[in-house]
């Protein structure tokens, strides 16, 4: 039983995607192929620049978790000592 439901249901499916039309974005997307843009892009967005720009980002959030959590345990260790 479950081979000919399993078989039904995808019968079923393949005859609702064989009505859908095709993809309106397949022009562009064989354009993009034709056409090298990356140039184009990398005049945009820096992209040998973009290992030290994600280690800058990081260092930062690094150093901010770093405050965080000593500050919160510098808090809590003054907190226990006064009460």
């Given at each position: 039983?479950?081979?000919?439901?399993i078989l039904v249901l995808k019968t079923v499916i393949m005859a609702v995607l064989n009505l859908l039309p095709d993809s309106p974005f397949q022009t562009?997307?064989?354009?993009?192929?034709?056409?090298?843009?990356?140039?184009?892009?990398?005049?945009?967005?820096?992209?040998?620049?973009?290992?030290?720009?994600?280690?800058?980002?990081?260092?930062?959030?690094?150093?901010?978790?770093?405050?965080?959590?000593?500050?919160?345990?510098?808090?809590?260790?003054?907190?226990?000592?006064?009460?």
């Amino acid at each position: 039983y479950l081979k000919t439901f399993i078989l039904v249901l995808k019968t079923v499916i393949m005859a609702v995607l064989n009505l859908l039309p095709d993809s309106p974005f397949q022009t562009v997307l064989d354009f993009i192929g034709e056409f090298d843009f990356l140039p184009y892009l990398n005049w945009f967005v820096p992209f040998d620049n973009a290992l030290a720009i994600t280690y800058a980002w990081a260092s930062a959030i690094l150093a901010y978790y770093m405050y965080d959590t000593v500050s919160a345990t510098v808090r809590r260790f003054i907190i226990d000592r006064l009460g």
